[in-house]
């Protein structure tokens, strides 16, 4: 299975302006982006709750990009910079896609707001509801009582 928008020709700025769009049509009564080292982040309002989406860009330097993927040969300076601007492109494709469907699916009464966007929820001390939850999924999981998928089926 192929990633979501590998070979999008969407820039990273209209992907950007995409999510804010259409954040405002959903509802939203704030938006922020922004981006430090490999790490971007999106982050809105809306329905009481603060929510963000971290992103982990591509590292440039990753042979990924700076060398071909049949032959593993080098790249070029501005062939191995167009592959890792793909990379991007494609991260961010995918974000407004997973925000645009999550906002859908609470239009349409599918889910809840809060049900649909919970492990990234923003707490009061900046931490994401993720954070917390984690952990205790992992325990619960780990003890091996989980009940079988079908009940009655061991």
């Known amino acids: 299975m192929g990633k979501y928008g590998v070979d999008t020709s969407v820039s990273v700025e209209r992907s950007i302006a995409e999510i804010q769009s259409t954040l405002q049509r959903y509802g939203a009564d ?3 982006h922004g981006w430090k080292g490999e790490t971007a982040m999106v982050q ?10 971290q992103l ?5 330097d990753d042979r990924e990009f700076t060398h071909t993927e049949a032959r593993g040969r080098p790249r070029s300076a501005s062939q191995a910079l ?5 990379a991007c492109r ?3 494709r995918a974000l407004a ?11 349409s009464g599918i889910t809840e707001f809060e049900d649909e966007f919970l492990a990234h929820i923003v707490l009061a001390d900046g931490s994401q509801v993720r954070d917390h939850v984690r952990s205790a999924i992992e325990a619960s999981y780990s003890n091996g009582k989980m009940l079988p998928l079908l009940p009655g089926v061991k």
């Open 56 to 60: 982990t860009m591509p590292d440039r």
């Open 97 to 107: 896609l997973v925000i645009k469907a999550k906002l859908e699916a609470v239009e």
């Open 82 to 86: 167009a592959a890792w601007e793909q």
């Open 30 to 32: 704030g938006f922020l």
């Open 90 to 92: 494609q991260r961010y």
């Open 44 to 53: 809105f309002e809306m329905c009481e709750r603060r929510v963000r989406f």
